[in-house]
């Protein structure tokens, strides 16, 4: 019996222990969460839930589609890495009424500019110049990073 009670007693004490620790951890990502909105100085697209989820799928459709043009240069398969960036990442109709449709000016145009730059992308994978497709992969890829270094949502 006395044993069944030091279990017990023990069990008792370590899911205490358990629940103060994740008490103190959500704490802890609480106030990071809040130092980052603290410091985080890029301009706000103040999108609805729903619009951020569809933006965030947008981004990683980009990111996939880049991925996928970087292994298809690496196997030398120009023609399908052009047909990608023109249709994935260059400036489509569809493309082009989303970013119409953001509240914001500066992102509207950094987000023309992307689409336009993967179009030339798409152009310059036609040529089958590994240094020029790279050079214009480089351009489309400064797009993304500029944009991420501007915006939240």
Do not use: W
């Not at 509207?108 to 020029?132: I, N, P, Q, W, Y």
């Amino acid at each position: 019996m006395k044993k069944i009670s030091m279990t017990i007693a023990a069990l008792i004490g370590f899911a205490s222990m358990h629940a103060a620790f994740a008490a103190g951890e959500m704490m802890h990502h609480g106030n990071h969460q809040h130092e980052m909105n603290m410091t985080d100085t890029r301009t706000s697209l103040g999108l609805s839930a729903q619009m951020k989820q569809h933006q965030l799928s947008n981004m990683r459709g980009h990111m996939e589609a880049i991925q996928s043009i970087v292994g298809l240069l690496a196997d030398n398969k120009f023609e399908e890495a052009s047909t990608l960036a023109h249709t994935q990442l260059g400036l489509t109709p569809e493309m082009q009424a989303m970013c119409s449709m953001m509240g914001n000016e500066n992102f509207k145009e950094m987000g023309f500019a992307f689409h336009r730059s993967a179009d030339d992308l798409g152009d310059v994978l036609k040529t089958r110049e590994v240094k020029a497709s790279l050079r214009a992969l480089n351009k489309t890829m400064q797009y993304c990073v500029g944009c991420h270094a501007t915006f939240r949502q």
